[in-house]
């Protein structure tokens, strides 16, 4: 795994604990983990976990 690969999933790790909670918007998430960019950060998440950052929100609501 290279060190990029690694910071990435760091970075997604800690966007799932915090799109658990819905007061915090979107682009509050991609700036907390490290994305100036909110549509960016939205792909790399899907990239990453399969889901849209709304699939995951929706599947933890449900979940709950």
Do not use: Q, W
Not at 19 to 44: C, H, M, Q, W
Request: with cysteine; aromatic share 10%.
């Amino acid at each position: 795994k290279t060190l990029n690969e690694f910071i990435t999933e760091v970075r997604m790790e800690k966007a799932k604990e915090l799109l658990r909670d819905p007061r915090i918007k979107l682009y509050e998430v991609a700036t907390s983990v490290g994305y100036s960019d909110a549509n960016y950060f939205s792909t790399i998440f899907k990239k990453h976990t399969g889901c849209s950052t709304t699939e995951f929100r929706e599947r933890v609501h449900h979940d709950n």
